[in-house]
């Protein structure tokens, strides 16, 4: 019923920066937390950043400082802004959503730091 966009991904060089957003479409859409995702090739995928209801946020340690995350409630839109990127930053990056005791993902957008 709800289903979350991405968008904001591509091609930069190390030490870039990027800003991905998510829009979340259908009606009358809360959250408890939303977030964001990655998964390397080969690798698992992990979790990145989140945010709550409340405004409240956490991140992982390798991305501590340089990334960050925001949302415009208005809009139904969460915000990563990643800075200082690097090349093991590469991902496909999911948006993440639970809400109304359900999880919801998006299709994902390509993140490629090169070097």
């Known amino acids: 019923q709800v289903q979350l966009v991405e968008s904001g991904g591509g091609l930069v060089q190390a030490g870039g920066s990027l800003r991905l957003s998510c829009v979340a479409s259908?009606?009358?859409?809360?959250?408890?937390?939303m977030g964001w995702y990655r998964q390397a090739p080969g690798k698992e995928r992990e979790f990145v950043a989140r945010?709550?209801?409340?405004?409240?946020?956490n991140s992982r340690d390798t991305v501590e400082g340089r990334y960050s995350i925001s949302r415009d409630n208005a809009k139904k839109t969460v915000y990563l802004q990643m800075t200082r990127l690097k090349v093991e930053d590469t991902a496909v990056y999911y948006c993440?959503?639970?809400?109304?005791?359900?999880?919801?993902w998006g299709q994902g957008t390509q993140v490629t730091v090169s070097s």
């Open positions: 993440n959503a639970l809400a109304a005791g359900r999880e919801y």
């Open positions: 259908g009606s009358y859409f809360s959250y408890n937390h």
């Open positions: 945010i709550f209801s409340n405004g409240e946020t």
